[in-house]
């Protein structure tokens, strides 16, 4: 072959090889796995930061005003603490079952059970009764995510378990949730609440619901005429347009109440009352858990164009520590969705609550400036100063733009000049004056000019 021809097929070759190697490389590049957070799983960014903390502060606000306690039990928690406690339709659809180990552990769906739990293994009926304690943390439920509605959720939660079976804790109950939408500025909550009678009312309750809703059958949807023989109470709770319809004629829960429950409601709406707390009784409300009896209540926050938001929830649950292997103790409690509240909050005052959080912008010219400036910056923190650095950016303009960005009012600028005469530059970045001052004035400087 003459020698033209060979370097002509060599070099075509070479040019097919390079070509391979380039589609290879971006075929790569197109596999490269990336992650994502898991349906449902609601994250909490930092510019939710500030709502966070509102939330949390008037969590522990009413904890201390009321002499709650904290309590944090596991997120991984027995399936049977559920299995008894909560009934078949959480259980069945809602629980995230976990396999590892061999173990039958589940995420906890809610906090109550688990607070149950622990009253009973740490001995807390030892203490003075009643024992009051709180929480805050994830609930985990595997439902399908909407608006609202989330796989991981957080719950803040207030237990008063044990003590006499007195009505007036149900009242200090719903009064320690009002307090808390007092302190964290939600005005716009309504209350609805029933009563769903004990052991021996319910007997009668059901059975007037039972032969009510037989009469309906054809109009329920299919999970409701299954609920008729496992659980007909939870009809009521049937968020379908029809059921809800077939719900609204339903008996009425009050009618069928024994002498003794009966007291018990009247007495707290008397407490209510007194209390001048505003609430609907609503005969439909049955809440979606097992271990309830007597009185249950929901919260709403009402905002504009008809939005309507269940923010929390509770009642008294009687018989659960019976039910995971206690004595009869009286008990009852609510919890609040933290992301609803979040999200009422927002609604009320539009996005604008978030404070302004950074007060002054570090910003240092070489590498000396650099160094000095780490105990400058950490001198300003202790003092209470929020400061924003860049001390791993070496370029003036670079670190001024960040000042920009950050949106705060004062810079702070250390150079060769500043580290040699012991000073600092503060300049207002509004109105671009500025001034020199000592290093040993610089707290009490910054200090006059951020408030
Ligand atoms: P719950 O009604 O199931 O009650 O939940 C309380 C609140 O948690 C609801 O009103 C709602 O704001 C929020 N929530 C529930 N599920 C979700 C979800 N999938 N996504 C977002 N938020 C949600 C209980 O959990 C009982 N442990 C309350 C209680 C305490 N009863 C007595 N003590």
């Not at 008037?58 to 596991?74: D, L």
């Not at 909550?189 to 769903?196: D, Q």
């Not at 069928?256 to 409300?285: A, M, P």
């Not at 705060?408 to 109105?431: H, M, W």
């Amino acid at each position: 072959m003459p020698t033209n021809k060979k370097s002509a097929l060599k070099k075509e070759s070479l040019v097919k090889d390079i070509k391979k190697d380039i589609k290879e490389k971006v075929k790569e590049k197109k596999k490269r796995e990336t992650f994502q957070s898991v349906k449902g799983i609601r994250e909490i960014l930092p510019e939710e930061e500030f709502w966070w903390d509102k939330f949390e502060k008037a969590v522990k606000k009413t904890a201390q005003f009321y002499n709650f306690r904290r309590i944090e039990t596991g997120i991984v928690e027995q399936a049977g603490l559920f299995e008894k406690s909560l009934g078949d339709e959480v259980v069945n659809k809602e629980m995230f079952f976990l396999k590892s180990g061999g173990g039958k552990w589940v995420l906890r769906p809610e906090g109550t059970a688990p607070t149950a739990r622990a009253y009973l293994q740490y001995g807390f009926s030892k203490l003075t009764q009643p024992v009051k304690l709180y929480y805050f943390g994830p609930m985990f439920r595997y439902e399908n995510p909407q608006a609202g509605r989330y796989r991981q959720f957080y719950q803040a939660g207030f237990e008063i378990i044990g003590g006499e079976n007195d009505a007036i804790f149900d009242a200090q109950t719903i009064l320690g949730a009002w307090r808390f939408f007092e302190y964290v500025g939600l005005k716009d909550v309504e209350m609805k609440l029933n009563s769903i009678g004990c052991r021996s009312c319910r007997i009668n309750i059901t059975k007037r619901l039972v032969n009510y809703f037989k009469s309906k059958k054809k109009k329920l949807c299919k999970d409701c005429d299954r609920r008729l023989v496992e659980n007909p109470l939870r009809i009521l709770d049937c968020k379908k347009e029809e059921c809800k319809e077939v719900a609204e004629g339903a008996p009425i829960f009050l009618d069928g109440l024994c002498s003794q429950c009966r007291i018990h409601f009247k007495n707290v709406l008397e407490y209510l009352e007194e209390l001048k707390i505003s609430y609907e009784i609503d005969n439909t409300l049955v809440r979606g858990l097992d271990y309830y009896n007597r009185t249950v209540f929901d919260f709403f926050y009402k905002g504009g164009e008809g939005k309507k938001l269940a923010i929390g929830g509770g009642g008294r649950y009687d018989y659960l520590m019976e039910m995971i292997g206690g004595r009869p103790t009286p008990a009852c409690g609510f919890s609040l969705g933290v992301e609803r509240v979040i999200e009422a909050l927002k609604d009320k005052k539009g996005d604008m609550g978030e404070k302004k959080r950074s007060s002054v912008f570090f910003i240092h010219v070489g590498e000396v400036a650099k160094k000095r400036g780490l105990c400058l910056i950490e001198e300003l923190r202790s003092a209470g100063i929020q400061v924003v650095e860049s001390l791993s950016k070496s370029s003036l303009s670079k670190q001024l733009k960040l000042a920009d960005k950050a949106k705060v009012e004062l810079a702070l600028i250390f150079g060769q000049k500043e580290v040699y005469e012991e000073s600092v530059i503060i300049k207002n970045l509004k109105n671009g004056i500025q001034e020199v001052v000592p290093i040993s004035k610089m707290v009490n400087q910054v200090k006059k000019k951020i408030k």
